[in-house]
Structures are given as structure tokens and as C-alpha cells.
């Protein structure tokens, strides 16, 4: 356990935690519709230790992504991401738990499993400073837009692959809602799979 950026709580599992191990443990916390959020982290394995001394180098930094979040307004980071305006304020979404799949929808999954507790599951984009779809715009929009589809479709960040690959896997409770603005978003969309409640779980590529 540590505490990020702006003091929010981290737990980290260690190596041992992979696949389906990793799966079952985010199956139970992105259920609950607890302020935990789970996610795998691909690429190198990440240490606790170490992010703890990332992170407090990154608060002492003025251009720390997660210190922008707040700051940054809406309509401003959906055009970095090529989406036009929305000035209609954010509805939330009344549901009574994002039901994920008994089996991860996702192959080959390596990484971390990583939860923090986060009023909105995806600033961890900016919090960890995820490069995936740098190409496209700041990590700070992706985070803002990200806030927006979890409010208004309960979309949740599973998996964030290594910058390289350039993909997160989203779970979304509601994608009629909010399928133009993730399709306009990335360079790809893919479905992976959908649950008897509807919740889909889809694959977002960037170039």
C-alpha cells in the first residue's frame, strides 16, 4: 500500500498475481461499486517502493498530470482528442454494479494489478502517466474524457498495456450511450465480449 500523488490510497500486488488470479481479485473490487478500482498495468512490473518515490517526485512537480485534472476543462480535452464539443452537463449513470465476465476477456495479460481508491477510475491514466495515447493528446484529456463515459456509461478502465502496444481495455456498462465518442476517440475499437446485462468489454488502440 501506498498513497499517490495527491495522497489518494495504492495497493499493489506483487508478481505472483497474474491472469486469472489478477482477474478474479477485479472482478470482485469493479463490482462492488466501492471507490476501489482495479487495473492491470502491462509492460515492466511495477514495485511499490518504486512508485511511492515516482509519485513523490511527481507531487513536486507543476506539471504532474494528476495535479492538472481538475483544471482542465472538458471541451479542451475532448478537442485534443479530435471529439467536438459537450456543454450538456454529465448525467450519471444509475446502475447497481459494473457485472464483469467469469473469465478475463483479455489473453496473455501481464503487468500489475493495481487498485486505488479514486472518485473516477479513469485518472489513473494520469496518475501513473500512461503513454499509450500520447500520439493523440495529454494524459490529463484522456483522464477528463475518461470521467465523463464513467458517469454517463459506467466505463471502466481493466487493462492498460505497455506504451508500445497502445491499447486500454475498457468495461462499459452502457455503450449506446457514449459509442460515438469512444469510437472517435482512438484509431481502433474493437469489442472483445458482452455480458447477458449488456456490459461490454472493449479494446481502444491508439496509432
Given at each position: 500500500m501506498v498513497l499517490g500523488p495527491s495522497r489518494e490510497e495504492v495497493a499493489v500486488w506483487g508478481p505472483d498475481i497474474t491472469g486469472e488470479s489478477a482477474w478474479s481479485i477485479q472482478k470482485i473490487l469493479?463490482?462492488?461499486?466501492?471507490?476501489?478500482?482495479?487495473?492491470?498495468?502491462g509492460g515492466d512490473l511495477l514495485d511499490a517502493d518504486d512508485l511511492a518515490s515516482e509519485w513523490e517526485a511527481l507531487s513536486e512537480d507543476?506539471?504532474?498530470?494528476?495535479?492538472?485534472?481538475?483544471s482542465l476543462r472538458e471541451n479542451d480535452a475532448r478537442a485534443e482528442f479530435s471529439l467536438p464539443s459537450n456543454d450538456t452537463p454529465a448525467q450519471a449513470l444509475v446502475t447497481s454494479g459494473?457485472?464483469?465476465p467469469d473469465e478475463s476477456p483479455i489473453s496473455d495479460v501481464g503487468g500489475t494489478l493495481i487498485a486505488m481508491r479514486l472518485a473516477y477510475?479513469?485518472?489513473?491514466?494520469?496518475?501513473?502517466?500512461?503513454?499509450?495515447?500520447?500520439?493523440?493528446?495529454?494524459?490529463?484529456a484522456l483522464s477528463v474524457i475518461?470521467?465523463?463515459?464513467?458517469?454517463?456509461?459506467?466505463?471502466?478502465?481493466?487493462?492498460?498495456?505497455d506504451t508500445d502496444d497502445a491499447t486500454m481495455t475498457l468495461a462499459?456498462?452502457?455503450?449506446?450511450?457514449?459509442?460515438d465518442d469512444v469510437q472517435g476517440a482512438c484509431d481502433e475499437f474493437t469489442v472483445l465480449s458482452t455480458t447477458p446485462?449488456?456490459?461490454?468489454?472493449a479494446q481502444l488502440w491508439w496509432d
Open positions: 469493479n463490482a462492488q461499486g466501492s471507490s476501489w478500482h482495479a487495473f492491470v498495468i507543476d506539471d504532474c498530470s494528476a495535479q492538472e485534472l481538475d459494473l457485472e464483469l477510475p479513469g485518472d489513473v491514466i494520469a496518475h501513473l502517466e500512461w503513454e499509450g495515447a500520447d500520439n493523440w493528446g495529454s494524459r490529463t475518461l470521467r465523463r463515459w464513467y458517469l454517463e456509461a459506467g466505463a471502466v478502465p481493466l487493462h492498460l498495456s462499459i456498462a452502457d455503450l449506446p450511450k457514449m459509442i446485462s449488456g456490459t461490454t468489454i
